[in-house]
């Protein structure tokens, strides 16, 4: 069994963070993030949505750059912190006209989670709550809220999109290029380096080695075979200097310009770089391309479902928005 605590300590982190505290039950000792109506965000729960990422910023950015990357993360949490009270508010609304979450999905849920991180032992799921201050009542009200803010969003949306050839069609023009396929050569290459020892007998040193092995090459060697004795890279000597399907980016711009020009079956010059000498053959190419619209057709369109559910749920979030009284204090 894997180690569980990290992996519910982030769980109950984050899920805590966005579920709502009414503000006649909230014991608030950090001040009030945002109000939602009679309801309240607090700075602790924003603080524990947005900790990690903002260590991760603070690691990448400094100055301006670092205040304004934390202010939009921020901007954002909040925004969604807001949202989830909003629909849990709803949510409240309907249980007056009868909505409910049977029990039985919820203890679904948490018999989920203790077969598949806790190898089924509940005892390690209850302890990990303790220790981290967390009781299983608690923890089933946190699930339960997580479920009623999933199928919310998912009631709201109409699975009967029909998405038109044309707009299809418009997609891929639009976006061409993330379906095009870079120019490819199939390459090998064998390495000597200064320094290291050479089994040609007699050579005076890497670039003399390195030429001699070429003209063997260019006489009619096999590629694999001098490379499996010869070359020594280590991770691709073995497979006779195979690096496969490669794309310009792969090498050093100047051994990708050579590979690149070559004819398939042509070897390479000795191409020197610092103490290194490279020799290549390009066993095939390929030109780039683009993917016809026919492979990747249900890709497309279930791109397009997606961003039409997401253009729905925004519409019912910002009814929601606008009919609620909400005021952000951070």
């Known amino acids: 069994m894997r180690s569980t605590a990290p992996f519910l300590f982030a769980a109950?982190?984050?899920?805590?963070?966005?579920?709502?505290?009414?503000?006649?039950?909230?014991?608030?000792?950090?001040?009030?993030?945002?109000?939602?109506?009679?309801?309240?965000?607090t700075v602790s729960q924003l603080r524990e949505l947005v900790g990690a990422r903002e260590r991760a910023l603070r690691e990448m950015y400094s100055g301006p750059d670092l205040a304004a990357k934390i202010k939009e993360m921020r901007d954002s949490a909040i925004k969604d912190l807001v949202d989830r009270q909003l629909i849990l508010q709803e949510f409240r609304k309907m249980q007056e006209k009868g909505a409910a979450i049977p029990e039985y999905v919820i203890e679904d849920r948490v018999q989920a989670i203790i077969r598949e991180e806790f190898g089924g032992d509940r005892s390690a799921f209850v302890r990990t709550l303790q220790a981290q201050g967390y009781?299983?009542?608690?923890?089933?009200?946190?699930?339960?809220?997580?479920?009623?803010?999933?199928a919310m969003r998912q009631s709201k949306v109409n699975e009967n999109f029909v998405i038109s050839p044309l707009q299809i069609q418009a997609f891929y023009n639009k976006n061409k290029s993330s379906y095009s396929l870079p120019e490819q050569v199939k390459l090998r290459m064998l390495i000597l380096r200064e320094g290291e020892s050479s089994d040609i007998p007699g050579a005076a040193?890497?670039?003399?080695?390195?030429?001699?092995?070429?003209?063997?090459?260019?006489?009619?060697?096999?590629?694999?075979r001098m490379a499996e004795m010869y070359s020594e890279d280590e991770s691709t000597r073995d497979s006779g200097?195979?690096?496969?399907?490669?794309?310009?980016?792969?090498?050093?711009?100047?051994?990708?310009?050579?590979?690149?020009?070559?004819?398939?079956?042509?070897i390479s010059?000795?191409?020197?770089?610092?103490?290194?000498?490279?020799?290549?053959?390009?066993?095939?190419?390929k030109n780039a391309t683009v993917k016809p619209i026919t492979e990747v057709r249900e890709e497309i369109e279930r791109n397009l479902i997606q961003q039409e559910r997401m253009k729905v749920q925004k519409r019912w979030l910002d009814s929601l928005r606008k009919k609620a009284y909400i005021k952000i204090l951070t």
């Open 12 to 41: 109950v982190a984050l899920t805590l963070a966005t579920a709502p505290l009414r503000a006649q039950n909230a014991e608030i000792i950090d001040g009030v993030a945002a109000i939602v109506n009679n309801e309240v965000v």
């Open 135 to 150: 009781s299983v009542t608690r923890f089933k009200e946190i699930e339960r809220e997580k479920i009623i803010v999933q």
């Open 205 to 224: 040193n890497k670039a003399q080695t390195a030429e001699e092995i070429r003209q063997k090459l260019v006489a009619g060697a096999e590629f694999p």
């Open 241 to 266: 200097g195979d690096w496969g399907w490669i794309e310009r980016n792969t090498l050093n711009e100047q051994l990708s310009r050579v590979a690149f020009s070559l004819k398939p079956g042509e």
């Open 269 to 285: 010059p000795v191409v020197q770089l610092g103490k290194s000498y490279y020799i290549m053959l390009v066993e095939a190419k």
